[in-house]
């Protein structure tokens, strides 16, 4: 039987991932939440931005949560869950959680999806992403 070691997603280094998507969003002038979540999609790590929208908890973590369920980041889904897209109604499975617009990027590791980051708030969903992506990219 093979043994097969898998890093986790820690307390320290998701609060870690959490600061750099919040330090991206004040770059870029927006208010947003983040969500740090582990394999399983458990959440790990949140913060809001003072003034960030209501929706902004609920969408951040399912935003990460889906990158960690579907293995993608949130926005390379938008078009096939629209309507006639092979993955039509995907955002209404798992009793309404996977978010499928952007702001949701896998965390990997040795090629393992080993967490996600998912950000929501800003008004053009690109900001989202760039937060996410900025988290990610401060993933060692």
């Not at 969003?25 to 913060?47: I, Y």
């Not at 990158?67 to 078009?79: P, Y």
């Not at 006639?84 to 702001?103: E, I």
Request: charge should be negative.
């Amino acid at each position: 039987m093979e043994i097969v070691m898998v890093r986790q997603v820690g307390l320290g280094e998701a609060l870690a991932l959490c600061s750099a998507a919040l330090e991206e969003a004040g770059r870029r002038e927006v208010k947003v939440s983040v969500g740090v979540v582990d394999a399983g999609g458990n959440l790990v790590a949140f913060q809001r931005m003072d003034g960030a929208e209501i929706a902004g908890p609920e969408l951040a973590v399912g935003k990460a949560y889906t990158a960690v369920a579907n293995s993608c980041a949130t926005h390379e889904l938008t078009e096939a869950a629209a309507p006639g897209g092979g993955l039509y109604g995907l955002q209404a499975a798992g009793g309404g959680r996977y978010v499928v617009f952007g702001g949701g990027v896998p965390l990997r590791w040795e090629g393992r999806v080993v967490g996600g980051v998912g950000v929501s708030g800003a008004p053009d969903a690109a900001d989202d992403v760039a937060c996410a992506e900025a988290a990610a990219a401060a993933w060692k």
